[in-house]
C-alpha cells in the first residue's frame, strides 16, 4: 500500500470515529437552548470530516457535511434552538456520511438519490431560497470583474482562516513555489488588521491577491501548491486567464477551480452552500473512478494502545537475552564436552530454558491482548438502536450501561454486535410495556434495558435486563402447539418452554412489523454466538421483566485444555468446562451398561457418555471402574464423559477444521501438540446435547 493509500485509510478510520461521536452527541443533545459543549463536540467531529475530505478528493463528502456544519454553527452561534426534528435530521446525516465512508473505502459508488434526499432536509431546516441572494450576486459580479481583467493572467485570491498559521503552513513557502512556475505578483490586504492591543501572533488577518502570468502554467500546477493546505484552512479562488474578447468562463467553472483548490470557510455560512451544492453535483475524475469496477477491499486494522506495544517490545528483548544465553551455553558445553570438563552448563541451560518458556508465555499472552478491545464497541450502537425504536413505537426507554470496559477478541466482538442488536430491539418491543399500560402496573412511565459486561470464571458475561411484561410462559405453550413445535401433553418445565423463543420461525408477536414477528431473529442469535464458542440464557418473571445471559470465551485463538486419552488417541476438553473428575465407582452406576447409563453424583443423577463410542475408538477401555468420569457443565446441565485416563493440561492454539478440512459435529477444532500430533478438540456442547439421540455416531467416527 503506497504512502497516499496509507493516509486515505487513516482518514477514513478516524472519520468513522467522528461519526460514533457525533452521533452520542446527538442522542444526548438536549432540545430548546443549545447545549454548548455538546454542539462543539459535535460540529468539531463534522468540521474533521469535512476538512480531511478535501485532500483526498471527496468532494460529495465535503459539500454534504457543509451543510450539516452550517446548521450546527447557526446551533453553537446561538442563532438557532435544538429541535427534535433538528436532532433526527441530523441522525439522518450521520447515517449518510457511514454509508458514504463505506462506500468510499470499498471503491463503491454512493447512494447520491439518500444523499440529495437527506442534504434538503437539511436545507429545508435550515431555511434555505432557491435563488441566488443579494451577496451571492455580488460575489458573483466581481468575479465576473476579475475575469474581464485577467487577459492571460491566472488570478489567486487567498482567503485565509486566523488559524492557518497554527496547521503549520506558512504563506510564505507557497508563494515561494507558486514563483517556480511564472511571474508572480503579490498584493496584501491589510484592512482586517487589529489594533495592537488585541493583535495575536499566532492568527493570520491579511488576505491575498496574487497574479500569475507564465506560458507554463496550467491548473494542476496550481493545485498541487494548495493541496496541502487543510480543508478548511482557507477560501481559495483560482480564475483562469482570458483573452480579450474571448469566450469567458462560466460562474460554476470558476466555482469548480476554487474548490479543486481548497475548501470553503464555515464563517458565511448560507452563500457558501451554494458553492457546495454545485461542488457536490459536479462529475469528477475522482467520482467517475469511484463507479468504476470495484477495488480489492481494504485490509482490516484496529487501534492498539501504546502500552501494549511497549510490553511486547520489553518482551521481543527478553527473548533476544535469552536467546543469546542459551547460544552461549551450547558454546560452553561443545569446549566443556571436548576437554572433559564440568557439566555445570546444564543447570544454567534448564535455567535458561526455564526463562525462556516463561517469556514466550508472556509473549504469547501479550500478543493476543493486542486483538482485544473493550465491550464499548459493540455497546455503543445501543443508544441509537434504542433511540430509534423506541420512537418508532411510542415508548420510553432509559439505557444503562456497565462495564464497556471490559475487554473481548476483536473477531468476536465484530460477530457480537448483530445478536446483541435482535436481543435489544426484542426488549423493547416485546419487554418494555408502553406508558400507559406502565402506569396501570405502577411502574415508571420510563422502562429501562440494561447492558452489562464482567469476567465469570474464565468467561465473559454479557448480560441484556430490561424491566418489562417479562415472557409469558402459558402464551408461548400455546403457539409452540398450535404449530407443531410440541405436543399437548409434553412434560417440559417452563424454563425449557420459555428456552422455545430460540425455535427457528418461533414468534408470539401477534403483528407483523420490521422491528419483529416474523419469526426470525432469536434462533439467530442463538447460531451466532454458539458459533463463537459460547451460550445464550434467558430468565424471565411475568410483570417483573427479563435476562439474557450471553457466555463467551475470551479469544477464540488460545484455549486453556486438558488433555484426556481415548483408547490410542489424545483429546483435548475446554478447562472451562470441566468442574471435576472422579474414578467410578460401581455401585452408583444405575441402567443398562453401553445404554441410558446414569451415575449418582452426590445427590444428582447425571447421564454417563462414553466417549469412545461416540467417537468410534475400537481399542477404548470398555469397563467404566478402569477409567476415569470427566464431569462436564454446558448450560447449567452436567454430564460424565467416560475417558480411558487424564495426560495434562496446557494451553492450546485452535485450528478451524471447517475452513482446512470439513466441519465435524462433535468438535469444536484441531491443535497440534508438542510432540508434532494432531489432536482434536471435543466441543463439549454438542456431545452433551447429541446423547440423547445418539447422532454423534453417525458424524464423529474420525479416529
Aim: charged share 25%; aromatic share 4%; glycine share 8%.
Amino acid at each position: 500500500m503506497d504512502m497516499m493509500e496509507t493516509f486515505r485509510q487513516t482518514y477514513l478510520e478516524e472519520s468513522f470515529e467522528g461519526l460514533d461521536v457525533m452521533e452520542a452527541g446527538l442522542l444526548s443533545l438536549p432540545t430548546g437552548t443549545p447545549d454548548n459543549e455538546k454542539i462543539n463536540e459535535i460540529f468539531r467531529a463534522a468540521h474533521s470530516i469535512k476538512g480531511g475530505s478535501g485532500t483526498f478528493g471527496f468532494i460529495e463528502i465535503a459539500g454534504f457535511t457543509h451543510v450539516l456544519e452550517t446548521l450546527l454553527d447557526e446551533m453553537r452561534d446561538g442563532r438557532r434552538d435544538v429541535t427534535q426534528e433538528a436532532i433526527d435530521t441530523m441522525l439522518a446525516a450521520v447515517d449518510v456520511l457511514r454509508d458514504m465512508l463505506t462506500k468510499l473505502q470499498d471503491h463503491q459508488p454512493i447512494d447520491e438519490e439518500r444523499a440529495n434526499e437527506v442534504q434538503s432536509a437539511l436545507e429545508r431546516i435550515l431555511g434555505m431560497e432557491s435563488e441566488v441572494t443579494t451577496s451571492d450576486a455580488v460575489e458573483q459580479e466581481s468575479v465576473s470583474e476579475a475575469v474581464a481583467e485577467s487577459n492571460g493572467e491566472w488570478k489567486i485570491k487567498i482567503v485565509p482562516e486566523k488559524e492557518l498559521l497554527q496547521t503549520g503552513n506558512e504563506p510564505l513557502r507557497i508563494f515561494r513555489e507558486l514563483e517556480t512556475l511564472g511571474d508572480l505578483k503579490v498584493e496584501a490586504d491589510t484592512s482586517q488588521l487589529p489594533d495592537s492591543e488585541i493583535f495575536q501572533p499566532e492568527e493570520l488577518y491579511i488576505k491575498w491577491d496574487l497574479t500569475l502570468s507564465g506560458d507554463a502554467v496550467n491548473e494542476e500546477d496550481i493545485k498541487e501548491v494548495f493541496e496541502w493546505i487543510d480543508g478548511d484552512g482557507a477560501e481559495i479562488t483560482v480564475i483562469p486567464p482570458q483573452s480579450g474578447g474571448a469566450e469567458a468562463v462560466t460562474q460554476q467553472e470558476i466555482v469548480e477551480v476554487k474548490n479543486s483548490v481548497g475548501q470553503e470557510s464555515t464563517s458565511e455560512a448560507v452563500n457558501e452552500n451554494k458553492v457546495a451544492n454545485i461542488q457536490a453535483s459536479r462529475p469528477t475524475a475522482n467520482k467517475a473512478g469511484a463507479k468504476a469496477a470495484a477495488a480489492p477491499k481494504q485490509e482490516s486494522s484496529i487501534r492498539v494502545d501504546l502500552s501494549k506495544i511497549d510490553q511486547m517490545v520489553n518482551l521481543v528483548g527478553e527473548l533476544v537475552i535469552t536467546q543469546s544465553m542459551l547460544s552461549q551455553f551450547g558454546e560452553q558445553a561443545e569446549q566443556e564436552r571436548g576437554s572433559g570438563g564440568s557439566a555445570d552448563w546444564i543447570d544454567k541451560l534448564k535455567e535458561g530454558l526455564t526463562h525462556l518458556e516463561r517469556h514466550t508465555r508472556e509473549l504469547q499472552e501479550s500478543v493476543m491482548n493486542i486483538r482485544m478491545l473493550p465491550v464499548s464497541f459493540a455497546f455503543n450502537r445501543m443508544p441509537r438502536i434504542v433511540h430509534d425504536v423506541s420512537q418508532k413505537l411510542g415508548k420510553q426507554i432509559d439505557l444503562v450501561m456497565e462495564g464497556e470496559g471490559t475487554e473481548l477478541d476483536k473477531t468476536m466482538l465484530e460477530q457480537l454486535t448483530d445478536p446483541l442488536v435482535h436481543i435489544v430491539r426484542n426488549s423493547i418491543d416485546h419487554g418494555i410495556e408502553s406508558p400507559e399500560v406502565r402506569a396501570e402496573a405502577g411502574k415508571p412511565a420510563k422502562g429501562t434495558v440494561k447492558m452489562a459486561a464482567f469476567h465469570e470464571g474464565g468467561n465473559i458475561m454479557i448480560q441484556i435486563t430490561d424491566d418489562g411484561a417479562g415472557i409469558n410462559a402459558a402464551k408461548i405453550e400455546q403457539k409452540a402447539i398450535e404449530k407443531g413445535v410440541i405436543e399437548a401433553d409434553h412434560n417440559l418445565s417452563e424454563p425449557e418452554i420459555v428456552d422455545l423463543i430460540f425455535h427457528p420461525g418461533f414468534s408470539t408477536a401477534e403483528v407483523v412489523s420490521d422491528i419483529s414477528g416474523r419469526g426470525v431473529g432469536m434462533d439467530v442469535v442463538r447460531r451466532n454466538i454458539k458459533g463463537l464458542g459460547g451460550s445464550v440464557e434467558v430468565q424471565t418473571t411475568l410483570g417483573v421483566g427479563s435476562v439474557f445471559t450471553i457466555r463467551l470465551p475470551l479469544t477464540l485463538a488460545i484455549l486453556d485444555g486438558q488433555l484426556c486419552k481415548v483408547g490410542s488417541e489424545t483429546y483435548v476438553f475446554p478447562l472451562v468446562s470441566i468442574i471435576e473428575s472422579i474414578q467410578v465407582d460401581k455401585s452408583l452406576i444405575k441402567g443398562i451398561s453401553g445404554q441410558a447409563e446414569l451415575y449418582k453424583l452426590r445427590d444428582a443423577y447425571i447421564p454417563v457418555i462414553r466417549l469412545h463410542q461416540k467417537l468410534g475408538i475400537k481399542d477404548a477401555c470398555e469397563d467404566l471402574t478402569e477409567g476415569l468420569l470427566v464431569v462436564v457443565e454446558d448450560g447449567g446441565k452436567r454430564a460424565g464423559i467416560f475417558v480411558d485416563d487424564l495426560l495434562g493440561q496446557q494451553q492450546v492454539v485452535i485450528k478451524s477444521l471447517e475452513s482446512n478440512f470439513m466441519k465435524i459435529d462433535g468438535i469444536a477444532g484441531a491443535t497440534i501438540l508438542g510432540d508434532g500430533t494432531v489432536s482434536f478438540i471435543l466441543d463439549v456442547k454438542e456431545a452433551v446435547s447429541s446423547h440423547k439421540n445418539g447422532s454423534m455416531a453417525s458424524h464423529m467416527n474420525v479416529a
